[in-house]
Structures are given as structure tokens and as C-alpha cells.
């Protein structure tokens, strides 16, 4: 019987999961369904953030949350690929949030974002509190947590933040980052090209990128703020994958999906030459072999496994003979 490659190239170490490239926010009931209608037009190479803490109007933070249940516990929630983002550490809500939440949405919800924390305790008493709550109600699975980086202390504590439960994404805020330097980092820092080139963005972007891949987690990129050129979304998400190592984008606007997930997705002839290459590892239980005159072991192998994994997720073409050996 072949071993699969998960199981033989991977063998004790954590994974970093394999999530869509791009993750879209909406704040209200129109535009939490219309991303999930998008899900179903143009495939399901992105993931919905439903948003309690920008999406809720003051004083109605219970009733938004309680739409949020109600619509993904819809049939228009086709495919489970749907998180909430709730309100941070000092508001009020965001234990009310979590509550009506988990109690409603405990075994579907594809992650909770938690916005804002200053330090690495904050976010571990509200992981904490998303516990308690899914134990309360007898959700047995872990509740993936994103967890956003933007403020000096969260950066400060990151080291501290990447090694508490549950964690499955760590975002960086930009905008709230460089409004903390109030006025040291130039307004002109909130978009390209000064974001990856301003020295303390560097910093900050590079910290959180090599923390997240350091303990399996997902490292995801800040949004465009230029909502309708897809021109220089798909920049910015090019340059955040290929210079940075995100692995990840957050799109607030519907035409920033496919940019995200053309600019991040494989190359589809390097997803060939993975799908081929595995094959062949596979026939020899996983020792060296040649391809097109190169040496391959397992070393390549696991880089072309996680190729070929986003690969699917993103919807590029994969040999058939690869979807059946590995996907099936």
C-alpha cells in the first residue's frame, strides 16, 4: 500500500494548515450573503470573516452576532467556509460575542478572529474564554483562532502569543499598527509602495511572517485600501507571498478575491512538476529519484507536497492521477 505523503514526510511535526489564500470581510447582513453567493459563483478559493467589531452598530452588538448565527446556520452557508471576527479585550460585547457565537455556531464556524490584544495575556484569557464557552456547550473540536497583530504590545509578545492553543492565523493589522506610532510611520506607510518599504513595516511584517511559520501557523497580509484597481491588489498580494512569506490576505472588497488568489496561488507548471515528482517518490516509497535530470528527496518532496495542497485549495488544475494517489 503507498504511504501518503502526510504521513511520510511529516511524521511529529505540526503542519501549517492548508487554508484558502484569501479571506474576505463583511461587516453587514447584505454583504455577509452576498460574499457567500460569491462562494458559490466564482468557487470556494476564499474564506468569509463575518465582522462583529466593525459591523455592528453601537448598542446592536447583540442582535449583529445573533444574525451572524442565524444566517450561517443557513442553507446559503453552502460549504463551511465562514469565521467571525468579534469585538477586542476592552469592549463590553466580546465575551457576549463569543457566547452567542459558540453556542450557536460551535461546530461550523471556521475560526474566530480576535482583534486588537496588547499583549500576549489578553489573548490568552479570551482563548481561554472560547474554551470554556465550547466546553459549556459540548463542542468537542478546537476552534481555530486568528489572531491580529497590531499594536506595539502584541508585536512586543509575539513570541509568547504564537505559542498558545488553538492559534491557526496570526494577521497583521496595518493600518491600527501604524496609527499606534502616532505620526513617527507617514500616513503614505497604509499603502504601497511604502508598506514594504518603510523600515519599521519591514520589521514588524517580517517578525510576524517568520513567529507564524516558526509554529505552524498561517501568516496572513494586510488589506489594499484601493477597492476596485485589481491591478494593485494583485501587486500587493504578489509582492506579500513571494518577498514576505505571507501565506495569506484579507480582501474588503469583492473584487480583491481574485487577485488574492491569482497573485498567491502556485504556478500551475511548478504544480505539474510537484504532482509528477510525488508520483514518482511515492512508486519508491519515498526515496530519492530523478526528475528532468535533478535530484529530489524527501527534503523537495515535502516543499511539492505543500505546493500541490494549495494547489487545491485554489482551484489550479491538478494532474488526475495526482488527485486520485493524494486527494481521494
Known sequence: MNTHPSEALFSGEKLIPIIPSC??????????????????????????????????????????AKMIVKILNSEVNKYGMAGARIHDYTHASWKKDVEILVQGLGNKLSYITIPKSTNAKQVKEMISYIQQIAQLHQIKREIPIHVLIETHGALEEINEIVKLPWIQVLDFGLMDFVSAHQGAIPASAMRSPQQFEHKLLIRAK????????????????????????????????YKARNEFGFLRMWSIYPTQIEAIVNAMKPNFDEVLDAAYILLEAQKVNWGPIQYKGELHDRATYRYFWTILQKAKVSNVSIPEDALKAFFN
Open 23 to 64: 479571506e474576505h470581510f463583511a461587516g453587514s447582513e447584505k454583504l455577509i450573503l452576498k460574499a457567500l453567493q460569491l462562494q458559490d459563483s466564482i468557487g470556494q478559493i476564499f474564506d468569509v470573516t463575518c465582522d462583529c467589531e466593525d459591523g455592528a452598530a453601537a448598542g446592536q452588538e447583540e442582535e449583529h
Open 206 to 237: 517580517s517578525q510576524v511572517v517568520a513567529a507564524a511559520l516558526a509554529h505552524g501557523i498561517v501568516p496572513a497580509h494586510n488589506v489594499t485600501l484601493d477597492l476596485k484597481n485589481t491591478d494593485v491588489t494583485y501587486a500587493d498580494a
